[in-house]
């Protein structure tokens, strides 16, 4: 089966300027992740959906990052403006559902965002 | 709230060497344990998992790891390391109760030398 698709791979902007960033999950995947993994450091969860609606989004810096899933398949996540501690890798994953306990999380290869 | 250590940030050994690397949970609860591995520029991949049963779980490419409830750790182990195990490793829970999220330590570089 196709993995998890992410793009672009390397984005290098100027703060203050907006990204975006593009999923597409493994087909049937009801649940889509984003992490954030900041360099030496574990990935954070910033927000995951169950189909198109959102379960947890209670680390997501909402004043600058937004992310949407509008018709349950693939996912975009924005930052605007972007500052200097966004530099990191944003993963995306997704799994077959809730209860990602037996369902085991699918990652993509990240999507390498350095901020000047 | 659930949390993951990982004390050693980097771990050096040499090639045919045996390894572990350590994991510590901290949970009130009953919990999904898992072990990833990151090579450069790469996502993440699963090692291994532990839901329910034998304490002992074995993983791909010859890891396995020991889930101890009393000292609340998942220690990832592999006899005889190659080359090609230099990378990032992360262990992971799940608090099985409510919400399920799952949270990463902050990793262990293992460095494999000839």
């Known amino acids: 089966e196709a993995g998890v698709a992410q793009s672009p791979r390397y984005k290098i902007i100027e703060k203050r300027q907006s990204v975006a960033f593009w999923c597409n999950p493994i087909s049937g995947h009801a649940t889509l992740y984003w992490y954030q993994q900041i360099l030496g450091q574990g990935p954070k969860l910033l927000i995951q959906?169950?189909?198109?609606?959102?379960?947890?989004d209670s680390q997501l810096p909402k004043d600058r990052f937004s992310a949407e899933r509008l018709k349950g398949v693939d996912s975009t996540l924005k930052i605007q403006p972007a500052k200097l501690e966004d530099s990191a890798v944003y993963l995306c994953a997704s799994s077959l559902d809730l209860g990602a306990g037996a369902n085991v999380l699918t990652f993509g290869a990240g999507s390498r965002l350095t901020v000047l | 709230a659930q949390s993951v250590t990982q004390l050693d940030s980097q771990v050096p050994v040499f090639e045919e060497a045996p390894v572990e690397l350590r994991c510590n949970y901290s949970?009130?609860?009953?919990?999904?344990l898992f072990w990833y591995v990151q090579y450069p520029n790469q996502g993440l991949q699963l090692l291994l998992k532990y839901l329910s049963g034998s304490t002992l779980v074995k993983g791909i490419n010859g890891f396995e790891a020991e889930f101890n409830k009393s000292q609340t750790s998942f220690h990832l182990r592999k006899p005889s390391v190659h080359i090609s195990d230099t990378a990032e490793y992360f262990c992971a829970v799940i608090m099985n109760t409510g919400f399920q999220k799952l949270v990463f330590g902050t990793g262990t570089r293992l460095l494999v030398s000839p």
């Open positions: 959906f169950q189909n198109n609606g959102v379960v947890d």
């Open positions: 949970s009130s609860v009953s919990v999904y």
